[in-house]
């Protein structure tokens, strides 16, 4: 890796998690699924219970959250680098502006180094409108991504085990060997401590969206907005005390569908209760009149959410969004050296280093690169692309010429003559697969195998390709015409040697291939 992919990894690289850039979207896309509905099967849930959610799988969200906010932070940077750029583009210009050329070279220099610094400002510019359109766009879908992913951890941390809400410190979770508890309580789930000191998800829960005040009166917290009433709370739980809904389905149930939908939504159907039928606590799961302002609430939350459907929410959406940012970041990078240049020089304006002598050694370097200055600045690096073209393409032509010189160099074969070729052949099917060969069953003696009519043309054809080598063996260079090429030291036969040629090269192309 260069130093330069270095420099840029440290760039990135603004947590632990983050620096792995490879392992980032597949990362996004599993956290948005586990967060969708977060059924994290551990096989603890006793006999009549549903799936247990698990501890790990809600940290799995927290690190996605954490990761889907740092991409504003990203996108910032990646803005204040490009308009750096442009600063430097303009410390530049004004350089050139107030420098006083007193030759003809150095006035041309001016004249070209002014035109092409407003090319190169033009392009920056343009770039860094498109950088500004990606980063709000990838920034926005991140955010609202994020606060999903907030919602979904705070109905968790609020969701509690006890018949009256206590606080945030206890959570609907399963309590098993996987999360270091040993599952004896409420069949077969226990109350997790989340947020206490020490803990595993110490740190990770959010407090934002229980404290901001939701848009219509007499509001509840919303993960406490369905479920059966308690005092001015609304608590998710069955009729036997201490039972957590989403982790234990049994008679005393929740929800059901006697007057009602079939599935329970929260968080916008990033948790659904699914039913299973019944009515033994319909009383407790249906919404009063009491709570209508909550009711209110929910419907206004899903509007919202509803309202910014112009971002991506899918993970499927999310991933082509921020591959597509990360690619754009990327192609930035690509020209940061030749920015720093420009940067460099702009800097040098306000120095004591003589402008002409510093300018006129710089703009060579740009001279060089400024037809391929768009390419450039949309990632497209010629010079690289080319060179490893150009490596590539001259280790196959070594392999290739090595193969040629050791099979050239190889032990010399004389061959046989056909005849001989197919007197060799005893048997009759052998001798009659060779196109060249024919088995004579009315011959009384050895061999009968003999050339056949293809066989004996061949043979022709060899005689005369010997006639002509021989034609041309030991003639001097100064004779060597016609038929005849001078190669090496000696004259040979030029269809030979065109033959021959072709020959070495298919087998040398064969050898690289297999």
Not at 133 to 138: D, M, Y
Not at 445 to 455: M, R
Request: aromatic share 6%; hydrophobic share 35%.
């Amino acid at each position: 890796m260069s130093a330069r992919n270095d420099e840029k990894e440290k760039q990135w690289c603004t947590t632990g998690r983050f620096c792995n850039r490879s392992a980032f979207l597949p990362t996004i896309r599993m956290a948005l699924v586990a967060s969708l509905l977060m059924k994290a099967q551990t096989g603890e849930a006793a006999a009549g219970s549903g799936v247990p959610f698990s501890v790990p799988a809600v940290k799995h969200i927290c690190d996605a959250s954490q990761d889907f906010k740092l991409t504003t932070a990203h996108a910032r940077q990646q803005l204040a680098q490009k308009g750096a750029t442009i600063s430097g583009l303009s410390k530049l210009l004004k350089a050139i502006e107030i420098w006083s050329p007193n030759n003809t070279a150095q006035r041309r220099t001016a004249a070209l180094g002014r035109q092409f610094i407003l090319e190169i400002q033009a392009t920056a510019l343009q770039k860094y409108k498109q950088l500004a359109e990606e980063a709000t766009h990838a920034s926005g879908s991140a955010g609202l991504a994020a606060g999903r992913i907030d919602e979904t951890i705070a109905v968790l941390a609020d969701l509690t085990t006890a018949t009256t809400y206590t606080g945030s410190d206890v959570a609907c979770l399963a309590s098993n060997a996987a999360n270091g508890g040993s599952g004896s309580k409420d069949g077969g789930q226990r109350r997790q401590d989340v947020s206490g000191k020490g803990k595993e998800l110490n740190g990770c829960f959010t407090t934002i969206i229980r404290t901001e005040a939701p848009p219509t009166t007499a509001p509840k917290p919303k993960a406490k907005l369905v479920g059966k009433p308690n005092g001015d709370s609304f608590l998710l739980a069955s009729a036997a005390a201490g039972n957590c809904p989403l982790t234990s389905v049994a008679a005393s149930k929740v929800v059901d569908t006697t007057n009602g939908p079939a599935d329970l939504k929260l968080a916008d159907g990033l948790i659904t209760l699914t039913s299973t039928g019944g009515g033994s606590n319909h009383a407790q799961s249906k919404i009063s009149p009491g709570s209508d302002a909550s009711a209110e609430n929910m419907a206004t939350y899903h509007e919202a959410f509803g309202a910014a459907e112009t971002y991506q929410t899918t993970a499927t959406a999310l991933q082509q969004l921020l591959s597509s940012y990360l690619q754009s970041f990327e192609a930035n990078q690509n020209s940061e050296e030749l920015k720093r240049s420009l940067i460099a020089v702009g800097a040098a304006a306000e120095m004591t280093t003589p402008i002409p002598k510093t300018f006129e050694s710089t703009y060579k370097e740009f001279a060089a690169a400024r037809d391929n200055w768009t390419l450039i600045a949309e990632g497209e690096d010629l010079e690289a692309k080319y060179n490893e073209a150009l490596r590539v393409h001259l280790k196959a032509q070594n392999a290739m010429e090595d193969r040629l010189k050791k099979l050239e160099a190889g032990p010399k074969v004389i061959p046989k003559p056909m005849e001989e070729i197919c007197a060799d052949i005893k048997e009759k099917a052998p001798c009659n697969e060779n196109p060249n060969c024919k088995y004579n069953d009315e011959k009384k003696e050895e061999p009968k195998c003999e050339l056949s009519d293809n066989g004996k043309k061949e043979a022709e054809k060899a005689k005369e390709n010997q006639e002509k080598k021989d034609e041309c063996k030991n003639k001097q260079q100064k004779d060597c015409t016609g038929n005849c090429k001078w190669e090496g030291a000696e004259c040979k036969d030029s269809s030979f040697l065109v033959h021959k040629k072709f020959t070495l090269s298919a087998a040398a192309f064969a050898a690289l291939l297999f």
